[in-house]
Nanobody, 116 residues
Framework: QVQLVESGGGFVQPGGSLRLSCVAS????????MAWYRQAPGKQRELVGG???????YYVDSVKGRFTISRDNAKKTMYLQMNNLKPEDTAVYYCNTKAANDVTYWGKGTQVTVSS
């Protein structure tokens, strides 16, 4: 079993910044891939970006240049630095990981609201 806990969400004005964290525990290994997803009200959950098992980082086009993903393996933590936030970034942000048994684990999410 793997547990994931997201934190760092909040309310921010357009153009502002937030840094999200996702802490893993349980039977988690640093080589597991991790990813950030988000789900806006009334919409499907969508991929934001992530870190592969080899350490490569990727993003979807809508966040490139604004969001930065990083990972601290010693702390079993993945981060999402979000800059120049826009109202359309408003969503619940989730992290996930896929374990060696092919099971995908999700956190409970953290709310990000961008509004003036």
């Amino acid at each position: 079993q793997v547990q994931l806990v997201e934190s760092g969400g909040g309310f921010v004005q357009p153009g502002g910044s937030l840094r999200l964290s996702c802490v893993a525990s349980g039977s988690f290994f640093s080589f597991y891939p991790m990813a950030w997803y988000r789900q806006a009200p009334g919409k499907q959950r969508e991929l934001v970006g992530g870190v592969t098992s080899g350490g490569s980082i990727y993003y979807v086009d809508s966040v490139k240049g604004r969001f930065t993903i990083s990972r601290d393996n010693a702390k079993k933590t993945m981060y999402l630095q979000m800059n120049n936030l826009k109202p359309e970034d408003t969503a619940v942000y989730y992290c996930n990981t896929k374990a060696a048994n092919d099971v995908t684990y999700w956190g409970k999410g953290t709310q990000v609201t961008v509004s003036s």
